[in-house]
């Protein structure tokens, strides 16, 4: 009998329902995007998004199920990212999804949107852990590890804007549309970094980074040339830009894979379907660390969608981590930050070290037995390390299929 998540996402601009089968097969995965909408305000207008979520969110629930000939007989759990977001937006799947589960008597499934980012990896290969993650999206940047199935922390972050909102607001100086990463991606391929902008953070002793001087440099070089009406080649912008982000994305995750050994580097989050962080990723690894595997989700995958996050719900479920009715949307939800400083370590210089990386099967095996010794017990729901509600009993996993 297979597992059957119905899964939800609606954290920012996209409506998205998905089913689901063993936390690996795609049986549906509907989007509902809101672009169009948000295109002439220059970026989400988080009232707008709230409003879109709650007129689509019953029709893409409908043609996920169908898509995936399934029934709400059929399901095994209901899975929702509850943060981080856009309150408004999350509150709207949240709602729709404990509906669904309160009505059908299933168990719901908190998921951590970042998680879901990461968690797309395993709809290409299976995982091993430990494992590395490069997070890049519109709202964070992030250097996470995996120690174990479902179990993250983060080694670096952004101190300011994150890589996509970057991209967004150098776009919007190059007149390209709400999102622009895309665009900027394939300006930056017809022209060349003449424009030499700075490297934030690049030397700096720890894994963090900062692009906000980046993009303050990029507006600050395109309006001088306007005031002395001087034209700049858009290609030459988009590729400096590009070249700087990139550089410090390669620079800074090489230094995290040389502190921390994993036989798999992911990258995650809609700038993962950038084509040259691909290409320079998969470049530098074949130069500093041949043995590790690059596992990129397709750009289908990269952006939000809910058939990520009921992968991460697979995992959430074999972990019994559940919520009940009074789950809410927690928008400032966020990762723990490793608790030991990060390493100072010099950026691309690596020493090749062995791993012994697990499968996910093993991981869970071993994270069973670890549950297994005895908790001190309390009446009140554990709040798990990531802050979901986590019932002490879980309820029954009904299967019907
Ligand atoms: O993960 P995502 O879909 O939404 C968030 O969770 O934020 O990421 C959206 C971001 C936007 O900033 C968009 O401009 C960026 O991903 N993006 C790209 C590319 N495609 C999308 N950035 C750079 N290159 C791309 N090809
Ligand atoms: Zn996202």
Redesign the pocket.
């Known amino acids: 009998m297979s597992e059957l998540i119905l899964a939800f996402e609606s954290?920012?601009?996209?409506t998205s329902v998905a089913v689901i089968e063993d936390g690996t097969r795609i049986l549906s995965n509907i989007i509902a995007t809101q672009i169009n909408s948000h295109k002439r305000f220059g970026g989400v207008v988080p009232e707008v998004a709230s409003r879109h979520h709650v007129e689509q969110i019953t029709e893409v629930i409908d043609l996920a199920l169908k898509e995936a000939q399934v029934t709400y007989t059929d399901l095994t759990a209901v899975a929702v990212t509850y943060g981080p977001?856009l309150v408004g937006s999350l509150m709207i799947g949240v709602t729709a999804a404990k509906t669904v589960a309160f009505a059908h008597h299933l168990p719901l499934i908190p998921v951590n949107?970042?998680a879901g980012?990461i968690y797309a990896a395993r709809f290409v290969q299976p995982l091993t852990y430990p494992l590395l993650a490069l997070v890049?999206?519109?709202?964070?940047t992030e250097l996470v590890t995996v120690e174990a199935p479902g179990e993250f922390a983060i080694i670096g972050d952004t101190r300011d804007d994150?890589?996509?909102?970057a991209?967004?607001k150098i776009?919007r100086v190059l007149g390209i549309p709400?999102?622009?990463?895309?665009?900027?991606?394939?300006l930056a391929h017809l022209g060349q970094d003449t424009f030499h902008f700075p490297r934030a953070m690049v030397d700096s002793d720890d894994l963090d980074f900062s692009f906000s001087g980046l993009k303050s440099a990029f507006i600050n070089t395109v309006h001088h040339a306007d005031q002395i009406g001087e034209t700049l080649s858009r290609e030459d912008l988009a590729a400096s830009f590009?070249a700087a982000?990139i550089d410090v994305l390669v620079a800074k995750t090489m230094a995290a894979l040389a502190a921390h050994p994993v036989a798999q580097l992911v990258l995650?989050?809609?700038?993962?379907?950038?084509?040259?962080?691909r290409a320079a990723l998969a470049a530098a690894l074949a130069t500093h660390h041949p043995d590790i595997t690059l596992i990129v989700p397709p750009?289908r995958l990269?952006?939000?969608?809910a058939a990520m996050i009921g992968a991460a719900a697979h995992i959430e479920l074999a972990h019994h981590h559940l919520a009940d009715e009074s789950l809410t949307a927690t928008p400032g939800l966020n990762f723990p930050r490793a608790s030991e400083a990060a390493p100072a370590v010099a950026t691309g210089a690596s020493q090749p070290q062995p791993v012994a990386a697990a499968t996910e099967a093993q991981a869970l095996a071993g994270q069973a037995r670890a549950a297994q010794t005895p908790q001190p017990k309390s009446g009140q729901p554990d709040l798990g390390h990531r802050g979901e509600v986590v019932l002490p009993k879980p309820g029954p996993v009904r299967r019907r299929r």
């Not at 954290?11 to 996209?14: K, T």
């Not at 890049?136 to 964070?140: D, E, F, I, L, Q």
């Not at 995650?268 to 962080?277: D, I, P």
């Open positions: 954290s920012c601009d996209e977001g949107h970042m980012h890049v999206s519109g709202g964070h994150a890589a996509g909102e991209y967004d776009g709400y999102p622009a990463g895309k665009e900027v991606d394939r590009q982000v995650a989050g809609g700038v993962a379907a950038n084509q040259g962080l750009v990269t952006g939000d969608n």
